[in-house]
């Protein structure tokens, strides 16, 4: 599975962006899919997942970022408002296997099979 995100850029401090990752093959049936970012000098951080057992959101970014899916295009969408300078970073999209255990440690990278090559966002102050 290839995974291509897109979306990323400049933006102002209360504003929007939305990042979308295109896989290379149906994912539904098998996998699920999640997002993470990292800024400079720190490590990968979870944001969001589109589990087979609902959405899963950060504390950090829960009710500014929406997580969405789009089985026919094979794509996954992550809606970011209300944005702040501390959500600059380079995102990641991904795709898990669908197991008991990725369904509960859906925040942790290392179960995550598939990575896109990540967009740059950065929100100015």
């Known amino acids: 599975v290839q995974l291509q995100a897109s979306g990323g850029g400049l933006v102002q401090a209360g504003g929007s962006l939305r990042l979308s990752c295109a896989a290379s093959?149906?994912?539904?049936?098998?996998?699920?899919m999640g997002w993470f970012r990292q800024a400079p000098g720190k490590e990968r951080e979870f944001v969001a997942a589109a589990t087979w057992r609902g959405t899963r959101y950060a504390d950090s970014v829960k009710g500014r970022f929406t997580i969405s899916t789009d089985n026919a295009k094979n794509t996954v969408y992550l809606e970011m408002n209300t944005m702040k300078p501390e959500d600059t970073a380079v995102y990641y999209c991904?795709?898990?296997?669908?197991?008991?255990?990725?369904?509960?440690?859906?925040?942790?990278?290392?179960?995550?099979?598939?990575w896109g090559q990540g967009t740059q966002v950065t929100v100015s102050s």
């Open positions: 093959t149906r994912t539904s049936s098998r996998y699920f």
């Open positions: 991904a795709a898990a296997l669908r197991t008991s255990d990725s369904a509960v440690y859906y925040y942790q990278s290392s179960i995550y099979d598939f």
